[in-house]
């Protein structure tokens, strides 16, 4: 696969010349092919891959049966806009999640394109079915780059930087994250105040949640905590909205997050690992609440594009027939048993966490957010061939995203990498 007439750094110097500044980029190796859990770049060096595209290929790089359905879709069209003329697969994919999604009331689905795309139709279909303006988030929260998506989002840094004012009526509460010394209690504490000081609750439309945070450093919800939330959305006609876009299609263990709390949103969106590496995300909630906007109000020209369609068709069957719930079990498992072999050696893991296979681990020295070691852990990993992705507020979090289809010797591999990374990161 080497591509000798363009290197890595050739091709890094006309990205710098090419490409807005903007589009951050974590590493210089360009891809020339992709199998399930490995990448070739064009200069032939192999990387495994820990990231799968932040979470987007749970099914691996080119999953044969996912190739297989995209490739009768490009035979058949590639495009006709639903809205012009639809097509029975999109309403066979909406089945599905309307089956699938937790909570045991009737259910319908939009699709859009990306993740952004499916938080801000959440809210505006929040917004039209209960007339209020009103949205709460939460620090450390991501929902997107668009406009409401970095509003709602609780990171200014690099989301919000520069970008002017925010869109209104956009709150922030504290997510509970007891490391940094935020209880459930004291999360609920602050919705109270907000109620109490600042916002009245019957203008709230809404409360988005997401069960595991991704960029914000990979900190489950208590099931105490969400539960809280839907008491609170109940009392107060509140539309509660999990965002699944990064926990959902296996990764923690179960199809999507919430079924770990056995609490049901009123509205769950869903992106990346739906679509296997295709573009594609969706709303998916109650009837009635999804029923609020106007014909046309909602939709988009690509939105559920064919090949997204039948590539979701083919995750969710790859997903069953394969077994990646329980997958995900057992290799977030063994990562974190390794992970916590190394605590002996490594005095700067501060916590170790997450559900099934979107696991964490944090780094920290005499208590303060090691970012510096985070990083100095990522490059060893990419110097020995394991693509690693960081994140959290304070830049010291490393998230473990490989595909749950990655076979068990490329894993254990994996492994010895990661162990001989983090012992070469200390100070």
């Known amino acids: 696969m080497k591509d000798a007439n363009h290197t890595n750094e ?16 974590m590493t210089d190796h360009f891809v020339a092919h992709a199998e399930n859990a490995e990448v070739i770049d064009v200069e032939g060096r192999r990387l495994i891959d820990f990231a799968a595209g932040i979470a987007v290929v ?69 917004r039209a079915a ?48 007891p490391l940094h010394g935020v209880t459930t209690n004291d999360s609920l504490a602050a919705l109270e105040t907000l109620f109490k000081a600042d916002l009245d609750p019957a203008r709230v439309a809404a409360i988005i949640v997401e069960p595991v945070q991704g960029e914000g450093g990979f ?8 539960a809280a939330i839907r008491a609170l959305c109940d009392a107060h006609g509140i539309v509660m909205i999990a965002d699944e876009v990064q926990t959902g299609f296996a990764r923690t263990g179960r199809l999507f997050a919430m079924e770990h709390h056995g609490i049901a949103a009123d509205l769950t969106t869903m992106a990346k690992g739906l679509g296997g590496g295709f573009p594609i995300a969706a709303v998916t909630g109650r009837a009635e609440i999804m029923d609020a906007a106007e014909p046309g109000g909602l939709g988009g020209t690509y939105g559920g594009n064919p090949m997204g369609i039948a590539a979701g068709l083919a ?19 063994a990562l974190r048993d390794r992970l916590e072999a190394l605590r002996g050696q490594v005095p700067q893991i501060a916590d170790i966490r997450g559900p099934g296979f979107m696991v964490a681990v944090e780094f920290a020295t005499d208590g303060t957010p090691d970012a510096a070691m985070t990083n100095r852990v990522r490059l060893e ?45 200390r100070p």
Do not use: W
């Open 219 to 226: 900190y489950p919800a208590p099931t105490e905590f969400l």
């Open 130 to 177: 209960t007339g209020r303006p009103a949205v709460i988030a939460f620090s450390g929260a991501f929902h997107g780059r668009t406009f409401m998506g970095m509003s709602l989002t609780g990171k200014v840094v690099p989301y919000k930087k520069g970008f002017g004012a925010m869109m209104p009526d956009v709150y922030h509460a504290p997510f509970p994250c």
């Open 58 to 126: 749970n099914t691996g790089h080119r999953h044969p049966r996912v190739i297989e359905a995209v490739r009768a879709q490009l035979d058949a069209f590639t495009h006709t806009c639903h809205q012009v003329l639809p097509y029975e697969n999109y309403v066979r994919l909406a089945e599905r999640l309307n089956d699938a999604v937790p909570g045991d009331f009737a259910k319908k689905t939009i699709f859009v394109t990306t993740g952004a795309e499916a938080c801000e139709n959440a809210v505006k279909i929040a």
């Open 315 to 333: 995750v969710l069957d790859v997903i069953a027939d394969e077994g990646l719930c329980a997958r995900a079990e057992t290799l977030g498992a």
């Open 10 to 25: 050739q091709i890094a110097a006309r990205r710098r010349a090419a490409l807005a500044r903007g589009v951050g980029v």
């Open 381 to 425: 990993a990419l110097a020995r061939g394991l693509l690693l992705l960081t994140c959290g507020v304070h830049g010291n979090v490393i998230r473990f995203l490989a595909p749950l289809t990655i076979p068990d010797a490329v894993f254990a591999e994996a492994l010895d990498i990661l162990d001989v990374s983090i012992l070469a990161a």
